[in-house]
């Protein structure tokens, strides 16, 4: 298939991009394939109300269909026809925190088909905050189903490039923008709405924190960070190893002279047997590793650098060909808390305490 790469930039006239936008909408109305920008990363979009879309984008990211798609909106009123109700506290999350990277997870309409939500009776549900996307959203017909718009397995596109690589030949059209300044770089935080005490399935930009503050009592899904856990996570999709690199990934925690004397001991062995070592560290270490090469995730102070770079960075490991990466560890706490669990799963959960 010939996938049409549409570049949009911020210099071009309002007419001009809505011109462009209406094309990508209009291959969505007939069934196509489109990836756009989101505030997070690229979603891989379809129109959440046809089945055969929903068949077309597993099979373009080679996802197993058991794994639900989110169904993006543009407008808050779109909501009422995708969910049977409402519940309260969906409406007061709803009011603070979208547009936004919050996904929220209800009890589904008839009008959802099941090949969209994989089956299940419930629906999750996003309203983005990225100009483009919303507008694109609009020009669709207002829901438009979209998981990240990378391979399965592979880390979530932050880049106009990488949906270029994962994507080109397998969908309609690729909106692609400039750079990704102000992208959050990890997809929405997750939150079940369908149970008395809403829970956390996928963190993200959106923290417990700021959740319960307008809500209350919030629980996380214990899963997420215990991989010894024989209970199965309840996002379908945080089950399977996820944005994992093609060499090895260990995570080192512990205080910072032990973590830089650890990974640059593991360097040095690696080098003796002619082996590509990569590391991620924060800004005040990131000149003591002595690794073939060394990305710096920016300062623990302002964690959204980190989110930003951390899939690009995974993917520049996969181009330079190291094969062994060693990347300093972040906290339970705030943004922290999205990074770690991003990182545990790249790292397929392999932790280092020293
Ligand atoms: O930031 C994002 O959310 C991006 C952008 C494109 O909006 N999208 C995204 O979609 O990350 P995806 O498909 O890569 O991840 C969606 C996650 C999966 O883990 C899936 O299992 C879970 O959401 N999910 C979707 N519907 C669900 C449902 N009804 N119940 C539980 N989990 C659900
Ligand atoms: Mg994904």
Same mark, same amino acid.
């Given at each position: 298939?010939?996938?049409?790469?549409?570049?949009?930039?911020?210099?071009?006239? $309002?007419?001009?991009?809505?011109e462009?936008?209406?094309?990508?909408?209009?291959? /969505?109305? #007939?069934g196509?394939l489109?990836?756009? &920008?989101?505030?997070?990363?690229? @979603?891989?979009?379809g129109?959440?109300?046809?089945?055969?879309?929903?068949?077309k984008?597993?099979?373009?990211?080679?996802? *197993?269909?058991?794994?639900?798609?989110?169904?993006?909106?543009?407008?808050?009123?779109?909501? %009422?026809?995708?969910?049977?109700?409402?519940?309260? !506290?969906?409406?007061?999350?709803?009011?603070?925190?979208?547009?936004? *990277?919050?996904?929220?997870i209800?009890?589904?309409?008839?009008?959802? $088909?099941y090949?969209?939500?994989?089956?299940?009776?419930t629906?999750?549900?996003?309203l &983005?905050?990225? *100009?483009?996307?919303?507008?694109?959203?609009? #020009?669709?017909?207002?829901?438009?189903?979209?998981?990240?718009?990378?391979i399965?397995?592979? *880390?979530?596109?932050?880049?106009?490039?990488?949906v270029? #690589?994962?994507?080109? +030949?397998?969908i309609?059209? /690729?909106?692609?923008? %400039? +750079?990704?300044?102000?992208v959050i770089?990890?997809?929405?935080?997750?939150?079940?709405?369908?149970?008395?005490?809403?829970?956390?399935?996928?963190?993200?930009?959106?923290?417990?924190?700021?959740?319960?503050?307008?809500?209350?009592?919030? =629980?996380?899904?214990?899963?997420?960070? =215990?991989?010894?856990?024989?209970?199965?996570? !309840?996002?379908? @999709?945080?089950?399977?190893?996820?944005?994992?690199?093609?060499?090895?990934?260990?995570?080192?925690?512990?205080?910072?002279?032990?973590?830089?004397?650890?990974?640059?001991? #593991?360097?040095?062995?690696?080098?003796?047997?002619?082996?590509?070592?990569?590391?991620?560290?924060?800004?005040?270490?990131?000149?003591?590793? =002595?690794?073939?090469?060394?990305?710096?995730?920016?300062?623990?102070?302002?964690?959204?650098?980190a989110?930003?770079r951390?899939?690009?960075?995974?993917?520049?490991?996969? %181009?330079?060909?190291v094969?062994?990466?060693?990347?300093?560890a972040?906290?339970?706490? +705030?943004l922290?808390?999205?990074?770690?669990?991003?990182?545990?799963?790249a790292? +397929?959960?392999?932790?280092?305490?020293?």
């Open positions: 298939m010939e996938t049409r790469i549409i570049a949009i930039n911020k210099s071009e006239s $309002p007419a001009a991009i809505l462009k936008l209406s094309q990508a909408g209009r291959i /969505i109305r #007939q196509g489109v990836a756009f &920008p989101t505030e997070t990363v690229y @979603g891989l979009g129109d959440a109300l046809n089945p055969e879309a929903a068949h984008i597993y099979a373009a990211k080679g996802r *197993p269909s058991d794994n639900p798609l989110i169904v993006h909106i543009a407008h808050i009123s779109s909501l %009422d026809r995708l969910v049977g109700g409402i519940p309260e !506290k969906a409406k007061k999350l709803a009011q603070a925190f979208w547009p936004g *990277p919050l996904t929220m209800m009890n589904k309409s008839g009008m959802v $088909p090949q969209t939500t994989g089956g299940l009776d629906v999750a549900v996003r &983005p905050s990225h *100009p483009i996307a919303l507008e694109f959203i609009r #020009q669709a017909g207002g829901y438009v189903a979209a998981p990240s718009a990378n399965s397995g592979r *880390p979530s596109p932050t880049e106009a490039k990488y270029v #690589q994962d994507m080109g +030949g397998r309609d059209m /690729i909106l692609a923008v %400039d +750079g990704n300044e102000g770089g990890l997809e929405s935080t997750i939150v079940d709405m369908t149970v008395d005490v809403p829970m956390i399935l996928r963190p993200g930009y959106i923290t417990q924190a700021m959740i319960s503050q307008e809500i209350g009592e919030t =629980d996380i899904d214990a899963t997420i960070f =215990d991989a010894a856990s024989d209970k199965a996570p !309840k996002a379908p @999709g945080m089950k399977y190893r996820h944005y994992a690199p093609k060499g090895e990934l260990v995570i080192v925690e512990g205080n910072p002279e032990d973590v830089v004397a650890y990974i640059n001991q #593991q360097a040095r062995l690696h080098r003796d047997k002619g082996e590509k070592t990569g590391v991620i560290g924060t800004d005040t270490l990131v000149t003591k590793y =002595d690794a073939d090469i060394v990305k710096n995730a920016g300062s623990r102070s302002e964690p959204l650098m989110a930003n951390l899939y690009t960075f995974l993917r520049e490991f996969d %181009d330079e060909k094969e062994f990466m060693y990347s300093e972040f906290s339970n706490d +705030g922290e808390q999205a990074i770690m669990n991003r990182l545990l799963k790292a +397929g959960h392999k932790i280092i305490k020293v």
